[in-house]
């Protein structure tokens, strides 16, 4: 089964393969379009061979078809996968705006606060520093830190730390790391979509393949 999150109000994953199919829809069909105009002018250079080998030989014929044919699958398997990855980058994008809006939603807080649990028990220590990106500091104070810090400490059953780290991450989410900065929890967003590219990846094959 694969890994599916909802993160405050937004099922993460759901949200991004969404996108994904959607910009497939449009992506595939300007590219359908571009396609019968390429498979017209095939049909007439076609006909032009056909008419210039009419009079060789059956086997010559069959040769000229099959290489035909062979360059044909070659050209459509490439278009195949630049439209894959130009659909991939898209719709990443795509969730990277709809993360911008969030920002300012007033479930937002919750989010960072389940982006904050994961990385508390994954790092796995009680000292720790917290750092975010410009769009969460309207949100995130130490005032708040020490709220999130008695609460989890209440859970995990040991005295936990949070402090605020005066600089800032260059994409939203949050990172933790222990005070000397050795280990390290880097629970971004964008860092979250790489655990989601096989899923993505898998929509929009599904989507290119029921073009």
Same mark, same amino acid.
């Given at each position: 089964?694969?890994?599916?999150?909802?993160?405050?109000?937004?099922?993460?994953?759901?949200?991004?393969? &969404?996108?994904? #199919? @959607?910009? =497939? *829809?449009?992506?595939?069909?300007? $590219? /359908?379009?571009?396609?019968?105009? !390429?498979?017209? &002018?095939?049909? #007439? @250079?076609? =006909? *032009?061979?056909?008419?210039?080998? $009419? /009079?060789?030989?059956?086997?010559? !014929?069959?040769?000229?078809?099959?290489?035909?044919?062979?360059?044909?699958?070659?050209?459509?398997?490439?278009?195949?996968?630049?439209?894959?990855?130009?659909?991939?980058?898209?719709?990443?994008?795509?969730?990277?705006?709809?993360?911008?809006?969030?920002?300012?939603?007033?479930?937002?807080?919750?989010?960072?606060?389940?982006?904050?649990?994961?990385?508390?028990?994954?790092?796995?220590?009680?000292?720790?520093?917290?750092?975010?990106?410009?769009?969460?500091?309207?949100?995130?104070?130490?005032?708040?830190?020490?709220?999130?810090?008695?609460?989890?400490?209440?859970?995990?059953?040991?005295?936990?730390?949070?402090?605020?780290?005066?600089?800032?991450?260059?994409?939203?989410?949050?990172?933790?790391?222990?005070?000397?900065?050795?280990?390290?929890?880097?629970?971004?967003?964008?860092?979250?979509?790489?655990?989601?590219?096989?899923?993505?990846?898998?929509?929009?094959?599904?989507?290119?393949?029921?073009?």
């Amino acid at each position: 089964m694969e890994e599916k999150e909802s993160l405050g109000s937004i099922d993460f994953l759901n949200v991004i393969v &969404s996108d994904a #199919e @959607e910009t =497939a *829809k449009r992506i595939l069909k300007d $590219a /359908e379009q571009a396609a019968e105009t !390429k498979r017209n &002018s095939a049909r #007439e @250079e076609m =006909a *032009k061979w056909e008419a210039f080998f $009419a /009079e060789k030989t059956e086997q010559e !014929k069959q040769r000229i078809e099959k290489n035909s044919q062979n360059n044909i699958e070659m050209e459509r398997r490439k278009i195949e996968l630049s439209l894959r990855e130009q659909i991939i980058s898209e719709s990443i994008q795509a969730a990277m705006e709809k993360v911008k809006e969030f920002a300012s939603s007033p479930g937002y807080a919750d989010v960072l606060r389940h982006l904050l649990t994961e990385a508390v028990y994954g790092i796995g220590k009680t000292d720790l520093i917290v750092s975010i990106s410009a769009a969460e500091t309207p949100v995130v104070t130490q005032e708040l830190l020490n709220r999130w810090a008695a609460e989890l400490s209440k859970e995990i059953g040991v005295s936990l730390k949070l402090e605020l780290s005066p600089l800032r991450l260059r994409s939203q989410g949050i990172s933790v790391s222990d005070r000397e900065g050795r280990v390290v929890y880097d629970n971004r967003f964008e860092t979250r979509l790489i655990r989601y590219q096989s899923a993505i990846r898998k929509a929009v094959s599904q989507a290119v393949a029921g073009s």
